[in-house]
């Protein structure tokens, strides 16, 4: 078992966000979460990696608990999320943003860098040699001098990925990872996703495009009003009376 | 900044005893000094993490006083005490970090103004300590293998190797990992934790090297003009590490010098041309024609030209 979410509650004042929701997420596989807007999926989202503090529930990471630990403890776990908006260190370039990425990846500590040992200038180099390969997985190595608030949105989004991939997760949260895109650009990232996914990491997404979802899931959860109503394979899911309620509304009484 | 074009700076700064011929000329480099290694200091929070602390002077009040008390009332020599100073006032900002580890923006602003006034309220009351608004006549002058740095042309060097220092651990922090995680802080703070940025560690350790790095400001302050008073922590020398650092270029390392030595030197030659009210006067505009022109500072802006050119 890789992620367990177990009874997880977040209430914003008065209003549950979330109210028992469980589910887990299988290792190596790429699960969706879905729902109308308001949803919580974003929610799950933030209290899984520790941007909100759950009101009740557990989450667990290999049998490890995630909650209370904050965001930069989780990512040492290997838990890594990208934002729903867009979100890069926008004054650095693409290639410092991919190192910033690395940060976890680097070894040197306050006084051995103060003291310029040589063996940073190795490991530095080395890191550099990372965040280029990551570019080019991506396609944005020709992007690599320029400035990340200058790229075109899609890039952008590219470059976010490429910093959550920087930091090497064993799994990844992408929160919506298509959003605001062209069609070709959306093959592309699904076809990025796929390729994550092959290279061993778990992918756990949240997605509003339906064609890009029940393309590359093999588990789909579908939210809604802070619950979960459905979950399983995407054929499924598409057919659930539940879930077709949920997006289109209950059919009309014959009055 | 080019190889040559550093080398030729070093030499100049080596050998600007000689080529400056009044002993104000060389108290104007030395209080230049003095600031740079503040501006630098401040510059590791605002221009790095983006943390305004409008407090600095505080670690630089502190600085000075351990070092003048140890050095009068301890008996201490200049080197340890300079130590201490470093080392108490990097305790000191790592206290203000840690108070206000979940505060940024305006709430740090207002933690670090009000440690600074607190601090500045204990120099002025604790009088068997401080000497009260007295203050501290007499601090020695330091010595160097039974050497008084005394003159004003050995005390330039001192400072200057202050700066050299300051300068140096600047640059190897901003050139690392840790520097990418202070401006990480600064770019985005939610997306650096993603990533496995601690921000309570490097906050804390931007603050406490900073302040350490403005008590080496007030030691070499304290043993240079030789009398501390609770002055120190007047509100205008953080206002003036401001300056230094906006106007030269927070976030550049070679802008807070660029700053420090203009906000030195510019006052001076004003005062030298014209009266005292033309002189804030002409301080005035030129700061606000600065941030009007060159928003982002004088290296930053130097930098970008040199960009458009090479393309």
């Given amino acids: 078992m890789t992620l367990a979410v177990r009874d997880l509650a977040v209430r914003f004042g008065g209003v549950a966000a979330l109210e028992a929701v469980t589910f887990d997420v299988r290792p190596g596989s790429i699960t969706s979460v879905i729902g109308p807007n308001g949803a919580g999926k974003t929610t ?9 503090r759950p009101a009740g529930g557990r989450i667990t990471y290999e049998g490890v608990p995630l909650t209370g630990l904050r965001p930069s403890a989780i990512a040492r776990r290997g838990i890594v999320r990208t934002f729903q908006r867009t979100s890069v260190f926008p004054a650095l370039s693409v290639e410092d943003n991919v190192l910033t990425g690395l940060h976890l990846r680097g070894t040197a500590g306050f006084l051995e860098v103060l003291a310029g040992r040589r063996r940073l200038a190795a490991e530095e180099s080395g890191l550099v040699t990372d965040a280029a390969a990551t ?30 991939l920087a930091a090497r997760p064993r799994m990844l949260l992408l929160d919506e990872p298509g959003a605001g895109m062209t069609a070709a650009e959306k093959t592309v ?17 949240v997605e509003h495009d339906m064609r890009m979802v029940m393309g590359i899931s093999d588990t789909v959860i579908a939210l809604n009003g802070g619950r979960v109503i459905a979950e399983g394979p995407p054929a499924v899911i598409q057919a659930h009376p539940d879930v077709i309620r949920a ?9 | 900044m080019t190889r040559a074009g550093g080398g030729l700076l070093a030499a100049a700064a080596l050998t600007l005893p000689l080529w400056l011929s009044s002993a104000y000329h060389l108290h104007v480099a030395i209080m230049a000094g003095i600031f740079g290694v503040l501006a630098l200091s401040l510059n590791l929070l605002l221009g790095f993490t983006g943390q305004l602390s409008l407090g600095h002077a505080a670690f630089f009040g502190i600085g000075a006083y351990t070092s003048a008390l140890l050095t009068l009332k301890g008996e201490w020599s200049f080197w340890p005490a300079l130590a201490a100073a470093v080392v108490l006032a990097g305790a000191a900002g790592w206290l203000i970090g840690r108070l206000s580890l979940k505060l940024r923006g305006a709430y740090f602003v207002l933690v670090t103004i009000s440690f600074a006034g607190v601090i500045s ?14 203050g501290l006549p007499g601090v020695p002058a330091p010595e160097l293998f039974g050497w008084s740095l005394r003159s004003k042309t050995a005390y330039y060097y001192l400072v200057l190797a202050g700066i050299a220092l300051s300068y140096l651990v600047s640059a190897r922090l901003v050139k690392s990992r840790i520097g990418r995680a202070f401006v990480a802080l600064r770019e985005n703070e939610p997306l650096a934790e993603s990533v496995g940025v601690d921000v309570t560690h490097y906050l804390v350790l931007a603050a406490v090297v900073s302040a350490a790095m403005a008590g080496l400001g007030g030691s070499l302050y304290a043993h240079y003009t030789r009398f501390v008073s609770p002055e120190v922590f007047l509100f205008t020398y953080t206002v003036t590490m401001v300056v230094m650092v906006v106007a030269g270029g927070k976030g550049t390392l070679a802008g807070p010098l660029v700053g420090a030595v203009l906000f030195t030197v510019l006052p001076e030659a004003l005062r030298a041309a014209a009266s005292w009210q033309w002189q804030m006067l002409a301080y005035g505009v030129l700061l606000v024609l600065l941030v009007f022109f060159l928003p982002r500072g004088i290296v930053p802006a130097v930098q970008a030209l040199r960009g458009r050119d090479a393309s």
Avoid: C, M
């Fill in chain 1, 135 to 164: 570019l080019e997985f991506v396609g944005l190595a020709h992007r690599r001098r320029e400035k990340a608030s200058a790229l075109p949105y899609g890039e952008q989004r590219l470059v976010e990925l490429a910093i959550a």
């Fill in chain 2, 121 to 134: 309220l204990v120099s002025v009351n604790w009088i068997e300590l401080t000497n009260g608004p007295l």
């Fill in chain 1, 189 to 205: 990232v699904s076809g990025l996703i796929r390729k994550i996914r092959e290279q061993g990491v778990t992918v756990l997404l």
């Fill in chain 1, 247 to 255: 997006y289109l509304g209950a059919p009309r009484d014959p009055a």
């Fill in chain 1, 44 to 52: 799950a989202f933030n209290a899984i990696t520790g941007y909100l």
